[in-house]
Structure formats: C-alpha cells, structure tokens
C-alpha cells in the first residue's frame, strides 16, 4: 500500500551514499540532529510544547458535537486504525497540525487516505474539528496527545503510509537547538514505522533547520530522499495565510520528502 501512495505521487527515489562520522568525530555532533560536545538531549523526547491559547465558542461547540466522533482516546496499546475510521484505507500520521487549515485541505484534496492527526494545542484541536464539520470531511482523526507517546505505544512497526510534519517550531537560538523535532532518534522511530515504499514529508520556512533535515534524515539507513536536495513542494501541500505571508516578506519555504527503502 505504501509503494502504491509513492507511486501515485511520482517521486523518483535519488540514491546518495551515506556516510556517517565515527563517534567522537566533530561531525558527528554537528547539525544532523546530535548534540554538540557537553549538551545531552532533553530526558524525553517531546513533540510539542504547551502554549496558551483560548478556545472560542465555535471551537468549543465543534469540540462537543464532533469530538466523540474525531478525537481518538489516547491508550497505550496498538491502534486499530481499520476500526477507528470504519474502513481500511492509507494511513499518514501528522505531527502538530496548528489550526488545521492544511490537514484539512489535505484531508478533502486525498479522500481516500486516512489522516491521523496529534496536536496538544486545544485551540488548534477545536479550529480543525470545526473544519471537518464546515467541510464534511470523514477521513480524519485526532489524538490530542504527545505524538512521541502515540508513536511508541499505538503505532506498530510498518504501519504507516507518510507522515507529515509542517512547520515545526524552529528553535531559532543555537542553545535550543537540541529541542527540535526533528533529531536523529525521533526519525529512527518514524522510519521504522513506515511502510517500504512509504514517505516522510518536513517542512520549514527556517533555512537552517531545513538544513538540519536534510542531514538527519540523510543520515538514517532506512530513508532515501526523493530529490536532490530540497523537494519541489508537493501539490497537495497547500500554501497556509502564515506561509503566504512569509513569501511575501521574502522568507523561503523548504520541504524535504524521504522514503522508506525497501
């Protein structure tokens, strides 16, 4: 199923040698994800941090009449994901999906994927449940609950078809930069979670973590980039007001998009 998804999107897997520092190398703690000498990760991985935000009434509303249909209870215990969208379809698991305009462009533009969706935002949970009411859309559900936890106690090996995270908080300051997302074991996690043949799609409009991409996803065995470098933005991928905006200051959007090999 996930070779069939790649195929569908017409990307050309580019075949690049990888070649990792040995450990104690300067490179090895560069920007591929691993610290620099001194600085350990954070205990835990975590995939979002909280932020304030108030809920409106239409985001509250949609919370009462759409969540016990939407919003899936987080168990640690492997997803039925057949059962909770009443079909067998692609999965693509999102990570932080903010107010939920792209998920739900997506979501509408690819019906017959299943779209499994993590944000701990509570606003943003209730702006996405409003689309999915707004728009009619059935193929999404959401966990509003760390998507480290989900990952390692709901999905199963081989079990997804892409994963989409857009966006991430960039961390500007180097001293933060050990908080990204995107580091070396979060990927090693989601990798082994695709399907052979299935994608990871980033995106940032911060060029420096574009770079840090690009290297820590270069840098796991199980991904094969699908350009040469950067990705041309897929057609699904719409353009959100935050990006237009961005473009329009001059800022730069990059998007990197790996598979699992075979």
């Not at 994963?163 to 500007?172: A, G, K, L, R, Y």
């Amino acid at each position: 199923m996930g070779q069939r998804l790649g195929a569908n999107l017409q990307w050309v897997i580019v075949t690049e040698p990888t070649i990792s520092p040995a450990p104690g190398h300067p490179a090895a703690h560069a920007p591929d994800g691993t610290p620099p000498p001194g600085v350990a990760y954070p205990k835990t991985i975590k995939s979002f941090v909280r932020r304030a935000g108030r809920t409106t009434t239409g985001q509250a509303k949609a919370f009462e009449d759409l969540g016990p249909r939407f919003v899936l209870p987080y168990t640690a215990a492997p997803l039925d994901a057949a059962a909770a969208f009443g079909r067998n379809a692609p999965l693509v698991l999102e990570i932080g999906f903010g107010m939920g305009e792209a998920t739900a462009h997506i979501a509408k533009m690819r019906p017959d994927d299943n779209f499994l969706c993590c944000e701990v935002h509570e606003p943003g949970v209730g702006a996405l449940l409003k689309r999915i009411g707004e728009q009619g859309l059935t193929n999404i559900r959401i966990l509003q609950h760390d998507a480290v936890e989900v990952i390692d106690h709901m999905l199963a090996p081989a079990c997804l078809d892409g994963i989409h995270i857009f966006f991430p908080d960039p961390w500007h300051k180097k001293k933060h930069n050990k908080r990204r997302l995107i580091q070396a074991p979060l990927v090693a996690k989601l990798a082994a979670r695709l399907k052979p043949g299935g994608y990871l799609h980033c995106a940032t409009d911060w060029q420096p973590y574009a770079e840090q991409m690009l290297q820590v996803l270069g840098a796991e065995p199980l991904l094969a980039n699908t350009a040469e470098g950067f990705a041309p933005q897929p057609e699904y991928r719409p353009l959100t007001k935050f990006e237009n905006r961005g473009l329009r200051l001059g800022h730069g959007v990059w998007d990197v998009v790996f598979v699992r090999r075979n």
